[in-house]
């Protein structure tokens, strides 16, 4: 680890610690101000490396005992009547505050802890885990009005949404160097496509907002509803374009985000490789290094696509597009030129686009069979399973799948995995069949779920038909699973580009040929001809299927920045109060069911994902502390007893009963406030490590 990366994880500790304690300054700003007796004010947690106390100066360790000492030395000075005195009797908190105003002692101890991690207030009568604690002092908390507690209780929230404001304003003046928001990749079938956006649109609003960045339209795409037709104005070859997207919910599981444009929200690149710093530190899916000859590689400039050359390297990425939707499916051809300064050839193969949503990808109903598209390191099949190995037959417990589409692959390794059942593998590699036996599931993948560690994608060399859908024009033609597709309307088909090529511009039929499999062959000598009827849905679908690339390429950084500290302002405020409601309809989404347990994200999480913000330099570092700050204050105000939010139910009880809770009734609330807060760390912090290294 470099110092750089060192430095970077330790100003995000200390970041975490900063919006911790900037919480409490709340708390005790308040407090002071209502006339609240704080006996002490500490940053960090743990025993005291050093405190502070007015008339007593600087402390190695705590001022506490000394600070107690004198004030009982004083007392007993100042007896007139020793008779009347009896030694063996502790000090009334009113003679100890007498003492204290006439020694000229602070009754606040300032403390800097062992453990650079937030801090705390100490309140005279206040106990966020003892309901009971009291204290017979005019300046107890306990003794204030239940408006002065009020304040109290929610000085913190307010002063977190304060600092994230503050924090975002920082960022905005130094400059947030963020991805703009135009749209770089669209998902077929998606609501983005559907509305009629294209890659390079340059959304300016949606819904009436004024769009500013990637990170903008991100989260305003997860804020509006559902099913409800939206505005959004883009800006398309110079001239502004009125458009209406409805979004809907991607559901849970689909890879995708919950409420999405269904744009993948991938933001767009530029025509070179990343940052030369990183040469030799990029890897492929299954930790290979990446080749010159099908990669851009670190430091090189895409110079011409095709032939057709880039005017234009920031903001052609366009070209590059188009020139994928017009492939075919054949391999791009790129002339590249290198950190080095010499000139190469790079072929980058092309795929077919995923589909929105649950919807596997299917031409016609048709969808083809899974090939191996990495190995990851550590998986059970290491040595076993290559990378282009196509799937005929999965195994498990004596059953047979042949030719198995995608989504039945994955689902019935997942299962086997959960049941701790061994499963087998038949894969076609190099024209030959190959037989994997007893592989057991115990790769940990992302999410949780138990596989055998491999990636895969689609086989789109061989017309083989994995499976049909149900109700589709394939499923209407009774074509049969396993069959391979020969011809449409009498053009051969070799693949599933020249199937896809075809399908989409016959109109509303066509002659398929295909032939039969028999026994785990195909009957060449008798193939099958039969009528292909499709829909109007079903040609509108073939006509959207979009393909793809899976070139690494350098994110597009178009800084948003100001000099001016209002606009900064008004931005920071904007941004706080979108990431405060985003945070309110996650949590909605939540318990309606929209958004899985496994998107939620723990200590663990954070400090991983706050690593990775640190990493790409100091604005994103303050973004994300600024983050965290918001969604700390809507955690805290939650109506669960035990954080600042449950106490405020609280205090609303005793104002309006006019009493305040029992305290055994108080009690019980903390300890089920305790569980629910226990019970949710314990779920977060499982996801967390099951994402990262189970």
């Known amino acids: 680890m470099v110092i750089g990366d060192i430095i970077a994880i330790a100003c995000l500790v200390f970041g975490f610690g900063f919006v911790v304690f900037f919480h409490e300054l709340g708390h005790f700003l308040a407090a002071k101000w209502v006339g609240i007796k704080v006996e002490q004010f500490a940053v960090g947690f743990g025993h005291a490396i050093c405190a502070w106390r007015k008339g007593l100066g600087w402390r190695v360790g705590t001022t506490t005992p000394e600070y107690e000492q004198r004030l009982k030395n004083h007392l007993q000075a100042n007896q007139h009547n020793q008779s009347q005195h009896n030694e063996n009797v502790a000090p009334t908190p009113a003679e100890m505050a007498r003492a204290a105003e006439e020694l000229g002692l602070g009754d606040t101890e300032y403390r800097l802890n062992w453990v ?95 769009q500013h960045d990637f990170t903008k339209l991100f989260l305003n795409t997860a804020l509006v509803q559902a099913g409800q037709d939206i505005p959004i104005v883009i800006r398309r070859n110079g001239k502004e374009i009125d458009l209406t997207v409805k979004p809907q919910h991607a559901p849970i599981g689909s890879g995708g985000s919950v409420l999405s444009l269904g744009a993948g929200h991938g933001a767009i690149s530029e025509l070179r490789g990343p940052d030369a710093k990183l040469q030799g530190k990029l890897k492929k899916t299954d930790g290979s290094d990446l080749d010159p000859k099908t990669d851009i590689l670190p430091g090189d400039l895409i110079t011409a696509v095709n032939d057709l050359p880039v005017q234009n390297p920031k903001t052609d990425y366009p070209l590059l597009d188009q020139t994928v939707q017009n492939s075919a499916g054949n391999p791009l051809k790129l002339t590249v030129r290198g950190a080095d300064g010499n000139t190469r050839l790079v072929h980058a193969d092309v795929h077919f686009q995923r589909f929105f949503g649950m919807t596997p990808l299917n031409l016609a109903g048709m969808q083809p069979r899974p090939v191996v598209d990495a190995v990851l390191p550590k998986s059970p099949v290491t040595g076993k399973l290559k990378k282009g190995d196509i799937v005929t037959e999965l195994r498990i417990n004596g059953e047979r799948l042949v030719d198995p589409c995608m989504d039945h692959f994955v689902r019935q390794i997942n299962k086997a995995g959960d049941d701790g059942r061994k499963v087998g593998f038949v894969v076609e590699r190099d024209g030959k069949l190959q037989t994997i036996e007893d592989v057991l599931p115990d790769f940990r993948n992302e999410g949780g779920k138990r596989g055998v560690g491999i990636t895969v994608s689609l086989d789109a060399e061989s017309p083989i038909v994995s499976e049909i859908l149900d109700g589709s024009a394939a499923a209407r033609a009774m074509i049969p699973h396993g069959a391979i597709i020969l011809k449409i309307d009498g053009h051969d088909v070799h693949n599933w580009f020249d199937l896809h090529r075809l399908l989409k511009n016959v109109g509303d039929s066509a002659t398929l040929t295909y032939s039969p499999m028999q026994e785990g062959k195909p009957v060449v000598q008798n193939p099958v001809q039969t009528t292909l009827r499709l829909t109007p849905q079903e040609q509108e679908l073939l006509a959207q299927v979009r393909y793809t690339h899976d070139l690494i390429l350098r994110e597009r950084i178009d800084p948003r920045k100001t000099s001016n500290p209002l606009t900064a302002a008004a931005w920071g405020v904007t941004e706080t109060r979108d990431l405060l409601l985003q945070f309110y309809v996650t949590l909605r989404r939540l318990f309606q069911g929209s958004v899985g347990a496994s998107n939620l994200m723990g200590p663990i999480g954070i400090v991983h994902a706050g690593s990775m913000f640190a990493f790409k330099g100091w604005d994103w ?54 569980a629910i807060i226990l019970s949710v760390f314990l779920l977060v912090t499982y996801q967390d490590l099951a994402r990262l290294w189970m």
């Open 116 to 210: 650079p991690l937030g801090g705390y207030v100490k309140m005279l009568g206040q106990d966020d885990i003892n309901p009971n604690a009291q204290a017979d002092d005019p300046h107890a908390y306990n003794k204030k009005s239940v408006g002065a507690r009020m304040v109290v209780v929610s000085a913190g929230v307010i002063m977190n949404v304060i600092l994230a404001a503050i924090l975002f304003m920082v960022v905005f003046l130094i400059g947030f160097r963020v991805a703009p928001p135009i749209i770089g990749n669209i998902e077929t079938g998606s609501p983005a496509q559907l509305a009629g956006l294209q890659v390079g649109d340059h959304v300016l609003y949606l819904n009436g907002d004024y």
């Open 621 to 674: 570092l303050i973004w994300f502390l600024a983050m965290i700050s918001a969604n700390l204050a809507v955690v805290n105000f939650l109506p669960i007893p035990i954080v600042d939010g449950g106490l405020f139910v609280f205090l609303i009880v005793e104002k309006i009963s006019g009493k305040p809770l029992s305290p055994r009734m108080q009690t019980a609330a903390q300890v089920v406030g305790l």
